[in-house]
């Protein structure tokens, strides 16, 4: 199994970055999917998920400026991030569980200048 982020970089406040998440080993079309983030000396958290029928979740500082979205026939996950603010600087990490077996991509930074 393999979940590989990229599309992180460096962006100005007030710009837009794509992350995208490629997973391999999984039946992609089945799998409920969330990108995370951790920020310095912070706590790893949820950003947003994506079910395998749809429903989306938003944590409430990426609401409106966050889309998530997924490709099944290209097994891969997207977070569109709009409005970039320096407060969205952090690693952000693709996640699938299924069946309760947690698996993590490696991890594409985001920084956001001021």
């Known amino acids: 199994v393999q979940l590989v982020e990229s599309g992180g970089g460096l962006v100005q406040a007030g710009g837009s970055l794509r992350l995208s998440c490629a997973v391999s080993?999984?039946?992609?079309?089945?799998?409920?999917l969330g990108w995370y983030r951790q920020a310095p000396g912070k706590q790893r958290e949820l950003v947003a998920s994506?079910?395998?029928?749809?429903?989306?979740y938003y944590t409430d500082s990426v609401q409106g400026r966050f889309i998530i979205s997924r490709d099944n026939t290209e097994k891969t996950a997207y977070l569109q991030m709009d409005s970039l603010e320096p407060t969205d600087t952090a690693v952000y990490y693709c996640?699938?569980?299924?069946?309760?077996?947690?698996?993590w991509g490696q991890g594409t930074r985001v920084t956001v200048s001021s």
């Open positions: 996640n699938t569980h299924p069946a309760n077996q947690d698996y």
């Open positions: 080993g999984l039946v992609f079309r089945l799998l409920n």
């Open positions: 994506l079910s395998s029928i749809g429903r989306t």
